[in-house]
Antibody, heavy 121, light 108 residues
Framework: QVQLQESGPGLVKPSETLSLTCSVS??????????WAWIRQSPGKGLEWIGS???????NYNPSLKSRVTISADMSKNHFSLKLTSVTAADTAIYYC?????????????WGQGTLVTVSS | DIQVTQYPSSLSASVGDRVTITCRAS??????LNWYQQKPGKAPNLLIY???NLQSGVPSRFSGSGSGTDFTLTINSLEPEDFATYYC??????????FGQGTKLEIK
């Protein structure tokens, strides 16, 4: 069974960089047809896709966040990571990692439990 | 960019009722529309993909329909565990993934 687990600081200061890691078990992030995604959820904006990475290194970003986001993957550790720079209070959200089926209908079929990140001084 | 508008934003119903939630796209998205259920404190869970295909393990009382711009999620004979928030999701070819605003289904 596929399991994803987010980890990282729950509190980040304004203007600093948010860094999270998603550890994947039960499957390899080298799996064909699957990207690996970051999605966040805040009360004001609902669910927002941040970006997705494929094991080949191909990465897709949400244009609204692209200038501040970097997603990377470590195949040896079977995990992938998110960095979001210059954070503000608007970046306060629950951050989820998810498996992203990237064929035909492009859905998210396995999710981590989510981790709350608060941006505050 | 394609927008998806979901309605109603909230809905009250009773156990055993049949409910319908709608998602409307700003232009045709053929059948590139997925539905999720989210319970409080939990991550979303995929219910329907490709507008009408039931994800493995999802009860058959859930169904999806529609194509083009108008889509519906129907839950027949509501069970107590169905009271949750539901989201639609579209992806275009960029890809850019867009979620609806959510529909909170509450017990009447």
């Amino acid at each position: 069974q596929v399991q994803l687990q987010e980890s990282g600081p729950g509190l980040v200061k304004p203007s600093e960089t948010l860094s999270l890691t998603c550890s994947v078990s039960g499957t390899s992030i080298r799996s064909s047809s699957y990207y690996w995604a970051w999605i966040r959820q805040s009360p004001g904006k609902g669910l927002e896709w941040i970006g997705s990475i494929y094991h080949s290194g191909r990465i897709n970003y949400n244009p609204s966040l692209k200038s501040r986001v970097t997603i990377s993957a470590d195949m040896s550790k079977n995990h992938f990571s998110l960095k979001l720079t210059s954070v503000t209070a608007a970046d306060t959200a629950i951050y989820y990692c998810a498996r992203n089926w990237y064929q035909l209908f492009n859905w998210f079929d396995s999710w981590g439990q989510g981790t709350l990140v608060t941006v505050s001084s | 960019d394609i927008q998806v508008t979901q309605y109603p934003s909230s809905l009250s119903a009773s156990v055993g009722d049949r409910v319908t939630i709608t998602c409307r796209a700003s232009q045709s998205i053929t059948n590139y529309l997925n539905w999720y259920q989210q319970k409080p404190g939990k991550a979303p869970n995929l219910l329907i993909y490709g507008a009408s295909n039931l994800q493995s393990g999802v009860p058959s009382r859930f169904s999806g329909s529609g194509s083009g711009t108008d889509f519906t999620l129907t839950i027949n004979s509501l069970e107590p565990e169905d009271f949750a928030t539901y989201y639609c999701q579209h992806s275009d070819t960029s890809p850019l993934y867009v979620f609806g605003q959510g529909t909170k289904l509450e017990i009447k």
